[in-house]
């Protein structure tokens, strides 16, 4: 069973950063496609990024892919999702998740695990 635990969260005025990390334990992570989650109160879950298991590929929702970076350490067993410029609208609980596919996916339903969460809190 793969346990995610993710960090990194808190509150930020707009126009800062943040680095999420989502530390996995329990599975081989090196053969996971990982992604990146958000859930804003009163809202559907939804796709921020995903990145390949050989780091080769990324993927990200348009309203980040200028200001958002996903990574992977697999030596570390860790994915980051380094947030900068963010925005009032960026606030949300994030999640990170793995799925046991080679290929980057966007789609909720196809990751088998997830994490926590972790708060995220962008003030005006």
């Known amino acids: 069973q793969v346990q995610l635990v993710e960090s990194g969260g808190g509150l930020v005025q707009a126009g800062g950063s943040l680095r999420l990390a989502c530390a996995a334990s329990?599975?081989?992570?090196?053969?996971?496609?990982m992604g990146w989650f958000r859930q804003a109160a009163g809202k559907d879950r939804e796709f921020v990024a995903t990145?390949?298991?050989?780091?080769?590929?990324?993927y990200y929702a348009d309203s980040v892919k200028t200001r958002f970076t996903i990574s992977r350490d697999n030596a570390k067993n860790t994915v980051y999702l380094q947030m900068k410029n963010l925005k009032p609208e960026d606030t949300a609980v994030y999640y990170c998740?793995?799925?046991?596919?080679?290929?980057?996916?966007?789609?909720?339903?196809?990751?088998?695990?997830w994490g926590q969460g972790t708060q995220v809190t962008v003030s005006s």
């Open positions: 998740a793995a799925a046991k596919v080679t290929y980057i996916t966007w789609r909720v339903d196809m990751y088998d695990y």
């Open positions: 329990g599975g081989r992570f090196s053969s996971y496609t």
């Open positions: 990145i390949s298991f050989t780091s080769g590929s990324a």
